[in-house]
């Protein structure tokens, strides 16, 4: 079974500009959720969808969106960004109900903004 | 706010050495995933554990619930250089915001 796949790899952008970036979860994982994880900070949680539907999010700017779509992917937004914003996305996929605890990661997309 | 403190922050030991990591809140979480994340990739799932006061054996990684469900440890019999990489603990309190959350993580490094 195929891993969790994020695209792209790597990205350098422009403070100001505005990012997309991808998700395919692992087939059959319904719940995906978003991370962003700096030296400083660690890893900490952005939000997390499941059927279409934010069901939590985490303490985030609102420059900071995502969506699901109806394949279970994912992708998430960050507009008007900022040189803090220079961290590694990672998105994680999760079955329902009990194994909903357990994330199986991507290998996420390293995202530079100067 | 919901917190999983880890200690230590950094470890670096040589090969065949013993080691524990330990994860403590305040909170108590209906289960705790443990994680290692290698540079530049994503963390792995390495075990969960569920009931208060379990323990569970990966080879040589040994982790234990604690009986109140709010802290775990994570012991290496013999470190090998290939367990270098950051360990992270995780998971949903059974109160307040239900947010998936992480610990604060242990970068160990194992030398040859």
């Known amino acids: 079974k195929a891993g969790v796949t994020q695209t792209p790899r790597y990205l350098i952008k422009t403070r100001g500009q505005q990012v997309t970036l991808s998700c395919s979860p692992i087939s059959g994982h319904r719940s995906v959720s978003w991370y962003q994880q700096t030296p400083g900070q660690g890893l900490q949680f952005l939000f997390e969808y499941f059927s279409e539907t934010q069901r939590n999010k985490g303490n985030f700017p609102g420059r900071f969106s995502g969506r699901q779509f109806s394949n279970s992917r994912s992708e998430m937004n960050v507009s008007t960004l900022e040189l803090g914003d220079s961290a590694l996305y990672l998105c994680?996929?999760?079955?329902?109900?009990?194994?909903?605890?357990?994330?199986?990661f991507g290998p996420g997309t390293r995202l530079t903004v100067t | 706010t919901q917190l999983l403190e880890q200690s230590p922050q950094f470890l670096s030991i040589q090969e065949g050495e013993n080691l524990t990591v330990y994860c403590n809140s305040s909170s108590v979480f209906s289960s705790l995933q443990w994680y290692r994340q290698e540079p530049g990739e994503g963390p792995v799932l390495l075990v969960t554990?569920?009931?208060?006061?379990e323990v569970k054996k990966l080879k040589r990684l040994t982790f234990q619930f604690g009986d109140a469900r709010k802290d775990s440890s994570l012991h290496i019999t013999a470190a090998q250089t290939g367990d270098t990489g950051l360990y992270l603990c995780?998971?949903?309190?059974?109160?307040?915001?239900?947010?998936?959350?992480f610990g604060t993580g242990t970068r160990l490094k194992v030398l040859a």
């Open positions: 554990v569920v009931t208060g006061g």
């Open positions: 994680a996929s999760s079955l329902t109900g009990f194994r909903a605890y357990e994330q199986y």
């Open positions: 995780a998971g949903r309190a059974t109160s307040g915001t239900y947010k998936y959350i």
